[in-house]
């Protein structure tokens, strides 16, 4: 999530600061581990190694996004010394504030309905309602990334700015929503059964709980410094590089989140530690 590109690249660029090679190592790190991961992830859904291509659908456009922040990265790093890529990174800047957050409210919408609303995911379980919400997703985050390239200047900055914060912060409530009402779900006790299957129930639930706790806890890495940090700049007119890097960090530090855990529940986790 490119925060600081006007300010980078209105400036000379014969000379890196510490704030220009730290955002460098930031999307370095994100380039050498989600490029694999993701790229893996995809292949792994395609071939059918996981639960397959209907079940895994919104986990596979979340990877393609994520390959599209990669290479949002390249051209941020590239954009230091060459001008020209300026407009295709502004251009790919939409994957971050609108793709990411879109695709993983869908992932959190679908594990609600499954969990809370059984009889109603099962009816809309076939792959065209997830190729239908897909294809709306793509949409708004084309127009997302129109937005960003002809409308992310000095002068749009702060309306772009809000109108970020308050998308991820609508995207973030509902997804917000959608795991505390999972948690409450998995944490109430099922119907009562024999010693040996209530056992294995329970585990299955705390397994699962676990794993809602953990990506809900990635939520609020990768949100909340964003919001923040874009009213805190609408607030106090500060868009230096320094306000947004800690936002900048999050949102790339927890992004490893749910790829390892699509991993971890495929049993694959092992095959990307030893490539």
Same mark, same amino acid.
């Given at each position: 999530m490119n925060f600081t590109t006007i300010e980078a690249s209105n400036s000379t660029m014969h000379s890196l600061g510490l704030m220009d090679c730290l955002e460098i190592c930031m999307y370095s790190i994100n380039l050498l581990f989600c490029l694999p991961t993701h790229s893996y992830i995809i292949w792994l859904i395609i071939t059918g190694t996981g639960s397959g291509v209907a079940s895994e659908f919104f986990i596979l456009n979340l990877s393609v996004c994520e390959l599209g922040i990669c290479l949002n990265s390249v051209?941020?790093?590239?954009?230091?010394? #060459?001008?020209?890529?300026?407009? #295709?990174?502004? #251009?790919?800047?939409?994957?971050? #504030?609108?793709?990411? /957050?879109? !695709?993983?409210?869908?992932? =959190?919408?679908?594990?609600?309905?499954?969990?809370?609303? /059984?009889?109603? !995911?099962?009816?809309?379980? /076939?792959?065209?309602?997830?190729?239908? =919400?897909?294809?709306?997703?793509?949409?708004i985050n084309l127009v997302s990334c129109l937005c960003c390239m002809f409308n992310l200047t000095s002068q749009n900055r702060y309306i772009h700015t809000w109108l970020s914060s308050m998308q991820i912060l609508l995207v973030f409530s509902i997804q917000l929503f959608c795991v505390v009402a999972v948690l409450?779900?998995?944490k109430q006790s099922g119907p009562g059964e024999r010693?040996?299957?209530?056992?294995?129930?329970?585990?299955?639930?705390?397994?699962?709980?676990?794993?809602?706790? +953990?990506?809900?806890?990635?939520?609020?890495? +990768?949100?909340? /410094?964003?919001? +923040?940090?874009? !009213?805190?700049? +609408?607030?106090?007119?500060?868009?230096?590089p320094t306000h947004w890097f800690t936002a900048l960090t999050c949102f790339i530090m927890a992004g490893f989140v749910q790829p390892v855990l699509f991993l971890h529940r495929t049993g694959k986790r092992s095959c990307l530690c030893s490539s």
């Open positions: 051209i941020f790093v590239s954009s230091m010394w #060459f001008k020209t890529l300026s407009s #295709f990174e502004l #251009f790919l800047q939409g994957l971050s #504030f609108t793709g990411r /957050p879109m !695709f993983q409210c869908l992932i =959190c919408v679908e594990r609600y309905l499954a969990v809370v609303h /059984p009889v109603t !995911f099962l009816k809309y379980k /076939p792959i065209r309602y997830r190729v239908i =919400c897909c294809t709306v997703a793509w949409i409450r779900a998995l010693g040996r299957e209530k056992k294995e129930e329970n585990h299955m639930k705390r397994r699962a709980f676990n794993i809602i706790l +953990i990506t809900t806890v990635s939520m609020v890495i +990768i949100y909340v /410094p964003h919001i +923040i940090t874009g !009213f805190s700049e +609408i607030r106090t007119s500060d868009s230096t």
